[in-house]
């Protein structure tokens, strides 16, 4: 397992400082965790630091790039502090704001583009959303384990997307990871997950 690095302890500081006021949705609870326990995801499958930088980060360059960062402003926030590799990575698991004609995107299209965009991914950046959405499917379980209201749970899930939207979500990125010939072991793990998950959408009305 990854050990104590400068670099992680650094992107974590970086990604604390700027969820510092952010809650996940529905909750009071903070978001800054998402970030640590992205990073645990990934060294317990020994990725390089790089690697786990990148999850640790991942969230906060989606924030910038809904917020139309540039790439020049990327890679002067991002790039010239953890990296060319961490930046490259990132971009290519981060869903875009615009086309490539500049156009804004949908929720939806933006989706589906980040999905498109998967195969083209480095092992880097299969591995970050990978655990991201182990990350999140998991954290959904818990939630659902843990309530009487399951229905209030999936109605905050993937920013209010809801029960049907998010299944679909999780296994299409899982799907479209193995399409791409990504079989790192991580895979077994969502897909566990999402067995688990979809046992529960089965059964919206059930307490644990």
Do not use: C
């Not at 615009?98 to 999905?115: C, I, K, P, S």
């Not at 791409?180 to 307490?207: D, K, N, V």
């Amino acid at each position: 397992m990854t050990g104590y690095s400068d670099p992680i302890n650094h992107a974590l500081a970086f990604a604390a400082k700027h969820h510092d006021q952010q809650v996940r949705r529905g909750t009071r609870l903070p978001y800054l965790t998402a970030a640590p326990n992205v990073a645990v995801i990934l060294s317990r499958y020994d990725r390089d630091d790089e690697t786990v930088v990148s999850g640790v980060l991942r969230d906060v360059v989606q924030d910038y790039v809904r917020d139309g960062f540039s790439v020049e402003m990327l890679e002067a926030r991002i790039g010239e502090k953890f990296g060319a590799a961490v930046l490259a990575a990132l971009l290519a698991v981060v869903e875009r704001r615009y086309d490539a004609h500049g156009v804004e995107m949908t929720a939806e299209e933006r989706r589906v583009d980040l999905v498109d965009r998967l195969a083209a991914a480095d092992e880097r950046g299969r591995w970050v959303i990978a655990a991201v959405v182990a990350h999140a499917a998991g954290t959904l379980l818990a939630d659902l384990t843990r309530t009487s209201f399951p229905g209030t749970v999936w109605a905050y899930a993937i920013d209010g997307a809801g029960r049907e939207s998010t299944m679909q979500w999780f296994r299409t990125v899982h799907q479209r990871l193995e399409a791409a010939g990504f079989a790192a072991p991580i895979m077994a793990e969502l897909g566990a997950m999402l067995s688990a998950l979809g046992e529960r959408s089965a059964q919206p009305g059930r307490r644990a």
